[in-house]
Structure formats: C-alpha cells, structure tokens
C-alpha cells in the first residue's frame, strides 16, 4: 500500500509539477521538461496538421492570426524588450508588403524574405529618432512615419499601384503550388514563423535580449553596465521592423491584393493593442495577443449575425467598443496581459490538489 | 608600493559658479580600499561622476592604467574595467537578479554579436553570474524580479552586477547607506572577500565613518569641492581641518 501511495505520488508530481532542474542546462532550456516538450511538440504537429483538417474560411483566419502574431512579435521585441514606443507597425508591414508583391511567383519567398530586409533598414532609420528622443516624442516621431508612408503608398504609383494597389497574378504558382490556395500560403507562412520565433525566444533570454532590457528598465545604468545604447535601439528597431515586412509578405500572399487601406493608423494601434493585451516581452503574448484581436471581430460578427440583420450594419462601432473596452479592462485588472493570466492558470493546476 | 591603478590630477568641475571640485588629487593603488568621506554637498559624487565619464572636468586629467582617459565614454571605460555602482539604486527592476548579474558578467566574458547567439558563451556567462551569486549570498533570489526585493537586498544585487563583470577597479556610491547594521557588516565583508578573492580595487564613497576608517587603506576628505586631507585613516581623526568641517569650528 505504501509502495503504491509513492508510486503514485512520483507519478503525479513527474507529470504535473515541474521536473526539478539539476544543472544550469536545463533552468535555461526552454521545454525544459519531459511534459513541456511534449506540449511543444503537440502545438508544432497540429500546425501542421491544421490545413489538412480546416475548412477555408477558418484557415484563412488562421493565417492571418499567423500573420498577426509575427507583426506583433516584432513590435513585442521593440515595446516589450527595449521599451521603446511605435506606432508604425503598419507602415513596415505594408513596405514588406509591396516590396514582396514584385515578386511572385517561385520567387515568392525570397520576396516575402527581401520585403523583411527592406522594412528592416527603413527600420533602421526610424531607430536613429530613438536615439535623440523618448518615451512620447517618440511615439509621435514614429506616427509622423505612419502618416508619411502611407502618403508614399498612395502617390508612388510605379511603385505601390496608388490608391488601386497591387494585384498579384491570379494564377501564381510557387513550384507548381497554386499559390491562390490557402493551404499552400499556410504552410509558407508557417515556413517563416516558426523559426522566427525560436529565434526571438533565444534573443529575449540571450545578450540581445539582456541588452533590451536594460535599456527599457534604465537607460543609465545600462550605459554603465557597458550596454552599447544606440546599436541596442537600432537593432532593436531593425528586427521589429523585418518581423512586420515579413508579415507583410505572407498577408498579401493571402489577401491577394495589395492597397493602402491595409496599412494604415488604425493597424498600426492594433498592432500596439496587441503587444499590450498579450502581455509586453514575452514570445508567447504575441501569439494571445494575435488570436484576441483577429477573433474577437470574428466573435462579434457571428453575435451579431446570431442576433439578427438589424445589428450587423453596426458591427464595426461596436467592435470598436468592445475592443477598446476590453483593452482597458486588461490595463487595469491584468497588466502582464494574457500572458499573466495563462501563468496564473498554469500555476493554479500544476500544485493542484495541493496547493501548499 | 604598488602600481598605481588610478590617478587624478588638478581636477576642477563647477557648475554655474558652484565649485563641485577644486583642484583634486589623489592616487589609488593595486589593491587598495580608498575612502571618499566628507558632508553632505561635498562633491563626492561628483568626483565619482567625473571618474566613471558622466561629467567632464574643466581641468585636470584622470590616468587608469597608465591612459589618460580624457574624451572616453562612460561605456569604453567601464569595458576597460572602472567598474561603478550608484548611491540611488540604478537596477533593470524589471530584470531577474539573475539576469542583471549576467549583463555585469557580459564585460568579463567579452561579447559577441548580439543578434548570433552563441551557446558557449552564454553557459561562461551563466557561470561567472552564478559564481558572483554564490558569493553575494544572491543565489535563492536569482529567478526574482530585483525590483521586487527588499532595498537591503537590491543593494547586493548591484554590487554584484558591477562585481560580475571583473573590474579591476570598483568605484562605489555609498554603498551602505539606508543599510542596517547587520547588513553593512554583511556588505563589508563581501567587498572585503572580492577584493581578496578577485583582487578588486575599491573606491568607495561613504558617510558611515566608523566604517572607513576600520576597513579602508586610504582616505580621502573633502569639503565644498575642495580636499581637506589625503592619507592613512589613522590621520583622519588628529586632523584639524577635518574636524572643523564635520564638527564646526569651536567658538
């Protein structure tokens, strides 16, 4: 009976507590665990599986969630990280995503790949405001940005199409797949994300990420810590913006078309309520965060479909309503976001039934 | 007598007319524990500030290891081992102790490119932050947010960020103030063992006389900007000009 009690007990605690760490390897592994790679793998596996098993519609909002939360990443590693404020997200979006509609094709991923490196230089320069100013100047430098590309997205019309935009090829095809499919853009975005988010959760817990840190908590002190300021900002500010222009890429690949109206101010916040919502600094409020601003539209319009025709033609008011609201809600009852909220649920099931 | 690690010559700063140094000097050696001491408004800090690059003096030079470092910035002299800690705690808050450690520790290992990490690195990193945690008695706390631990403890935490990344010579902005009597022992004996252990040279600027003149090797005392005495701790006490400026002049 006892044998059977510790057997038991030892079973229960491998499962759902976290294995004890014995050596600095593995405190600073992530899926450190047996249980948490298993779960990483199972979130990886049913990426991949998700094509196969979605209809249409949904996948095409699983794709823009994808797109989402690479947007956001890059914003999370600039807000979050080096705590620095931008509200032209959109705007390198939409650069990565013009450069990349020129070029289609089987070049298709080395477009989505050039529109990242364009929007990262760009990024680049924009970083170099942050060096002079902070905190809200420097939110409105980076809005002062928004407003002037959006201007070029409308009047360089060699360039971006104007106001009609740039269509892509209807009958495209990337290595014989027809890039029109959904299926085929899914995997192709995923083909981007999955390494770039490794790739931020290694930079946020690495010298990169130390450095970020330090400038958001204390700029000061980070200098006399031997923190290189200025390439800390502009790298910061390069990666956030290759982040969105490969958003880009893989939006218009979805999306088909490419007009000035996707990226405008309105995104831009988004993108911020985003990064605020799923919790600053962390890869995994990217991913909360994407799903809470691209479903709860989606949420709305079945309610209000449920609730009949007459409320429809008010949707868009009352998302906004409801999205401000919510965002507020979490400003004040959760400011680590989603992120904070998923910990404390985590917690309250890994000591369960013996919390003490 | 050992090789002079730190020289300051004829150095004057004033700000707008307020003279915060006039004409100081002083020589800190290998090894050496140097007291800065003096009231309140006597430009310890200052000095401090000029050493570590954050103000520029209008005259005189300051020589670290035979270089002149006139025209440095704060960073290129912290990289070159002038290490430094504040008075009011400059700590990333939103940082693990741990990983305010490991940033100290980044200018001992050397870095490379931020945007490649490298694994190697990282784990020499790790083992130098959690050596200095050991050391500091830091090690339960290394998962915990510093701004979330109490002010006795988050004066360790910068102590031993400054102290991770291996300066050869450690400038320290009262380090003990606002402790508790335990905890100043506790801080004192920590500075001792790095300067034994890593052989840390230490420039401390203090209030806490008992406590300078029990621990240091050399003293230094200023007054409105100006040097009052330079010498062993033993002199401190027997020097008129000294007491006049702590104690006022008997009437």
Redesign the interface.
């Known amino acids: 009976m006892y044998r059977l009690s510790q057997y038991l007990t030892d079973a229960f605690s491998r499962r759902f507590s976290r294995a004890v760490r014995e050596n600095?390897?593995q405190d600073?592994a992530y899926a450190s665990t047996p249980q948490g790679r298993f779960w990483l793998a199972v979130a990886i596996v049913s990426l991949l599986l998700l094509p196969l098993v979605l209809p249409s519609y949904p996948l095409f909002v699983a794709t823009q969630i994808l797109v989402a939360a690479l947007a956001g990443l890059g914003l999370h590693l600039l807000v979050g990280g080096a705590g620095q404020i931008s509200l032209g997200q959109a705007a390198f979006v939409g650069v990565g995503a013009y450069v990349s509609s020129h070029l289609t094709g089987d070049l298709a991923p080395l477009g989505i790949l050039m529109g990242g490196l364009v929007a990262a230089m760009i990024g680049m320069v924009l970083g170099i405001s942050s060096l002079r100013i902070k905190g809200a100047y420097l939110a409105i430098g980076t809005l002062a940005f928004q407003f002037l590309a959006d201007y070029i997205f409308r009047r360089w019309t060699e360039f971006t199409g104007g106001v009609a935009g740039r269509k892509l090829p209807p009958e495209d095809t990337f290595l014989g797949l027809p890039l029109t499919d959904d299926r085929v853009i899914f995997y192709m975005g995923l083909a981007f994300a999955i390494p770039l988010f490794f790739y931020a959760k290694?930079?946020l817990s690495?010298?990169?990420g130390?450095?970020w840190?330090?400038v958001?908590?204390?700029d000061?002190?980070?200098?006399?810590?031997?923190?290189?300021l200025m390439?800390?900002k502009l790298?910061a500010f390069a990666?956030s913006a290759f982040y969105a222009g490969i958003a880009g890429g893989i939006l218009i690949h979805l999306i088909g078309v490419v007009t000035p109206e996707n990226f405008v101010l309105f995104f831009s916040i988004q993108y911020l309520a985003l990064v605020i919502v799923g919790g600053a600094g962390t890869v995994l409020g990217a991913v909360f965060g994407a799903f809470f601003i691209v479903l709860i539209p989606e949420v709305l319009s079945v309610l209000a479909a449920a609730f009949g025709p007459q409320y429809v033609a008010q949707l868009s008011a009352w998302r906004s309503v409801v999205f401000g609201g919510l965002i507020l809600m979490f400003l004040i009852l959760e400011p680590r976001g989603l992120v904070g909220l998923w910990g404390r649920i985590r917690d309250y099931f890994r000591t369960w039934p013996l919390p003490y | 007598m050992a090789r002079v690690l730190l020289e300051a010559s004829g150095l004057y700063l004033s700000f707008k007319g307020v003279k915060a140094l006039v004409d100081v000097n002083f020589k800190v050696a290998e090894g050496d524990l140097f007291a800065v001491i003096g009231p309140n408004g006597a430009g310890k800090t200052s000095l401090l500030n000029v050493l570590s690059g954050l103000y520029r003096p209008q005259q005189g030079q300051v020589v670290f290891l035979g270089e002149d470092l006139a025209g440095q910035t704060p960073q290129q002299r912290v990289r070159k081992g002038l290490g430094r800690t504040f008075q009011n705690l400059e700590l990333f808050r939103g940082m693990t102790v741990l990983d305010n450690v490991k940033l100290g520790a980044e200018l001992a290992t050397g870095g490379y490119t931020d945007l490649t990490p490298q694994t190697r690195i990282e784990w020499k990193i790790r083992r130098q932050a959690e050596e200095v945690l050991d050391y500091l008695h830091l090690a339960p706390y290394r998962h915990v947010p510093a701004g979330a631990l109490p002010y006795g403890l988050q004066k360790r935490v910068e102590v031993a960020r400054a102290l991770a990344g291996r300066p050869q010579l450690l400038l320290l902005d009262e380090p003990m103030a606002g402790l508790s009597l335990e905890e100043k022992q506790d801080l004192a004996r920590f500075l001792l063992d790095a300067r034994r252990e890593w052989n840390t040279t230490l420039v401390l600027v203090e209030h806490d006389l008992k406590a300078v003149l029990e621990l240091s090797t050399g003293v230094l005392v200023m007054s409105y900007g100006e040097v009052l005495y330079h010498g062993l701790p033993s002199g401190v006490r027997e020097n008129q000009r000294v007491a006049e400026a702590y104690l006022g002049r008997s009437a």
């Open positions: 600095y390897q600073e290694r930079l690495t010298r990169a130390r450095g840190f330090a958001r908590d204390n000061l002190s980070a200098q006399l810590s031997g923190v290189d390439r800390s790298t990666l």
